[in-house]
């Protein structure tokens, strides 16, 4: 059975930092391309960073230079490291396993980040 379990969600003020943890298991991890999403109340869920197996990074624009997405295959685990955080980046953030161009794809059951100012 797959199972992608988020961590580290939490209440931070603003400028402050969380680094969440998403921990795969049931897939051969280090073959999938791993997201992070987020979703704000009455808001569609949007990307916010991304890593290939073979370890490319992306971002969305909106936490570029605040935001790194790692990952650690001996422990099956991909992180996001989160520092200057501001209220808009409330949100419940999801973890997305896939392997391009193939299916199935998995999502965790998120982990919610709240910003205060």
């Known amino acids: 059975q797959v199972q992608l379990v988020e961590y580290g969600g939490g209440s931070v003020q603003t400028g402050g930092s969380l680094r969440l943890s998403c921990a795969a298991s049931?897939?051969?991890?280090?073959?999938?391309?791993i997201d992070w999403y987020r979703q704000a109340p009455g808001k569609e869920r949007e990307s916010v960073a991304g890593?290939?197996?073979?370890?490319?990074?992306s971002y969305a624009d909106s936490v570029k230079a605040r935001f790194t997405i790692s990952r650690e295959n001996t422990k099956n685990t991909v992180y996001l490291q989160m520092n200057m955080l501001k209220p808009e980046d409330t949100a419940v953030y999801y973890c997305h396993a896939l392997r391009i161009g193939r299916t199935p794809n998995f999502w965790g059951q998120g982990t919610q980040v709240t910003v205060s100012s």
């Open positions: 890593i290939t197996s073979g370890g490319i990074t």
């Open positions: 049931g897939i051969i991890f280090s073959i999938y391309d």
